[in-house]
């Protein structure tokens, strides 16, 4: 039996499109689960202040290490004991940069601050780092007081020195050697040595209550009559 010219050629026709369809439909991709996720390395607890807040960009920056210690033991006239404040009592920290020709004593006005940074300290040491500081004619140094978490300042008043009224202290250690740096009108900065602050907490207050004494002199000894036996 003879097949006809035009269904040899409707076949093929056929043939021609399933090869093509088949060759154009592209195979589908496995699925994949989500891969399992990786545990990445611990970062540093390092704290970071932005000194400009924003407002400008420097390459100068430079670190400090917070040193804390726990209060000891003292006396106040007239007053109820208090306890003394513990390395673990600390919440927050208010931080200062202070600009000036020499060591801050006293009442401080501060150039920078406060900062306000959550405690996360380790073996009692906390650093933090200073971004974006601009240029200075005078010296960096840094002062600090602790907070506890009803955002009271338990800072020693030991330290002798104030800002706001509020007693801080003041890095004294690293940087050019007693706790300041230099920042250049190039944004070099003096020293790559992190400055340090060794901070002490609020003593312990004994209960005491004073008094006053008086004194009066004694009655004279009667002086009784002698006679002559």
């Known amino acids: 039996m003879k097949v ?32 399992a996720p990786v545990m990445q390395a611990p970062i540093a607890a390092t704290s970071v202040i932005d000194v400009s807040r924003g407002a400008y960009k420097t390459p100068a920056s430079f670190r400090l290490t917070i040193q804390t210690a726990d209060g000891g033991f003292a006396t ?3 007053s109820n004991g ?22 801050p004593t006293g009442a401080i006005t501060s150039r ?12 009692s040491q906390q650093t933090i780092t200073f971004n974006n500081v601009p240029s200075s004619t005078n010296k960096f ?22 800002i706001s009224g509020e007693y801080v202290y003041v890095s004294t250690t690293g940087g050019e050697a007693t706790g300041q740096v230099g920042v250049s009108v190039a ?6 040595d992190a400055l340090g602050v060794a901070l002490k907490l609020k003593d312990a207050l004994g209960a005491t209550l004073d008094s006053t004494v008086t004194v009066t002199d004694g009655d004279a000894e009667p002086i009784s009559a002698v006679s002559a036996g």
């Open 76 to 78: 106040k006239a007239n």
């Open 112 to 123: 920078f601050g406060p900062f306000e940074v959550t405690a996360n300290l380790s073996s």
């Open 141 to 162: 140094y840094v002062a600090i007081k602790a907070k506890d978490a009803g955002g009271g300042n338990i800072t020693n008043i030991g330290s002798g020195k104030t």
């Open 4 to 35: 006809s010219n035009t269904f040899k050629t409707l076949c093929t026709a056929l043939f021609s499109l399933t090869l093509v369809a088949a060759c154009g439909t592209p195979a589908s991709n496995p699925v994949t689960s989500n891969p």
């Open 187 to 192: 944004h070099v900065v003096s020293s790559v």
């Open 82 to 103: 208090t306890a003394s404040s513990k390395v673990a009592d600390i919440a927050n920290f208010d931080v200062y940069l202070i600009d000036s020709a020499s060591a």
